[in-house]
């Protein structure tokens, strides 16, 4: 099943690729005088999805199994107009029963609590910050983060709280998304410096390829499901750093 959701609106749907049949459900609405919409739809191990409801102030979790959801406002002392809990991560919240949350309005990364909604409050700069753009987690359920708004990519360490932060080789690259391989490098799209970029938490170190595109601007970066290279145009083994 493919599912989608929608920048504008309360929507949470499913694609059957198969027979082309499609089912919609009313997200519920947190926030009723803000933007409605969300951003990130991410799913955990047990299958549930997950979405960040932007400008509502929380996130949600739909179990498809019983087409349900299960709201989680940020509290009141976290929940401005100014809000937009973009991102969600809940790929590896089966570690610690945590999910990650990126806060676009003060990007601060939140930590929640599944069983009890309570929140921690991980902020990388001072505000104001630079732009905090994406999450990806490890196996340990550690939180890597782009930081958007110069040149960084970053990582909170799930057990002790540390923040660290490392810059990119090209300064002020503006990396975007980003996703980890089964090695766990992250990679990211450096969008204003026009790379793909792979960072190797065990060495500390960087490298960046060019795309054979001129004027490229990468959003986001995926490894192949494997771990290795694939064999196409836009393969890192078919380009020179």
Request: proline residues 10%; neutral net charge.
């Amino acid at each position: 099943m493919v599912w989608y959701n929608s920048f504008t609106e309360q929507v949470l749907g499913r694609l059957d690729p198969r027979t082309g049949e499609t089912k919609e459900w009313t997200i519920p609405t947190l926030k009723p005088d803000s933007p409605k919409g969300s951003l990130a739809l991410r799913a955990d191990r047990e299958g549930n999805l997950w979405l960040g409801l932007s400008y509502q102030g929380g996130v949600a979790r739909f179990d498809p199994r019983t087409e349900t959801f299960r709201m989680y406002p940020l509290p009141a002392r976290l929940n401005r107009d100014s809000t937009q809990t973009t991102e969600v991560e809940p790929r590896h919240s089966h570690v610690d029963g945590k999910v990650w949350i990126e806060d676009s309005g003060t990007y601060s990364i939140y930590r929640m609590d599944v069983a009890s909604g309570e929140i921690e409050v991980f902020q990388p700069f001072p505000i104001p910050s630079p732009n905090i753009y994406d999450l990806a987690t490890d196996p340990e359920n550690n939180v890597f983060f782009t930081v958007f708004g110069r040149g960084d990519v970053g990582r909170v360490d799930a057990k002790t709280g540390r923040i660290q932060t490392w810059p990119t080789p090209t300064a002020d690259s503006s990396p975007r998304r980003g996703s980890l391989d089964a090695q766990g490098r992250f990679w990211v799209g450096e969008w204003k410096a026009g790379n793909i970029a792979m960072f190797d938490p065990r060495t500390e170190s960087f490298r960046e390829w060019k795309p054979p595109t001129p004027g490229s601007s990468p959003m986001t970066s995926c490894p192949t499901r494997t771990g290795r290279p694939g064999r196409g145009p836009w393969s890192p083994t078919r380009w020179r750093g």
